[in-house]
Nanobody
Framework: QVQLVESGGGLVQPGGSLRLSCAAS????????MGWYRQAPGKQRELVAV???????NYADSVKGRFAISRDSAKKTVYLQMNSLKPEDTAVYYC???????????????WGQGTQVTVSS
């Protein structure tokens, strides 16, 4: 069974930092895009950062210069380094990946279960 497992969320003070990790497991043949989305209470899920297999990245304007996405292909893991955190960054952060796996011979979007990030003093 293919799944994405996130870790690294928690409570942090404004101005602090957190690093989220997301590891893909299962029989995976290839991974295209990996990234992070977030959803705050009462709001729609929004893109935070994505990293395409070519190395291209895309960030939400609200996190540019503060967040950095990276990937360890050998470990099938994507990271999100979050610096200078603000209260408005508070949300559930979801890992996302487009993968070809034993369960689907075509690129298919997978989601993690989400990890809570709370920025508060």
């Amino acid at each position: 069974q293919v799944q994405l497992v996130e870790s690294g969320g928690g409570l942090v003070q404004p101005g602090g930092s957190l690093r989220l990790s997301c590891a893909a497991s299962g029989i995976i043949f290839s991974i295209n895009t990996m990234g992070w989305y977030r959803q705050a209470p009462g709001k729609q899920r929004e893109l935070v950062a994505v990293l395409i297999s070519s190395g291209s990245t895309n960030y939400a304007d609200s996190v540019k210069g503060r967040f950095a996405i990276s990937r360890d292909s050998a470990k099938k893991t994507v990271y999100l380094q979050m610096n200078s955190l603000k209260p408005e960054d508070t949300a559930v952060y979801y890992c996302y990946a487009e993968m070809i796996s034993s369960g689907n011979p075509n690129l298919y979007p997978y989601w993690g279960q989400g990890t809570q990030v709370t920025v508060s003093s």
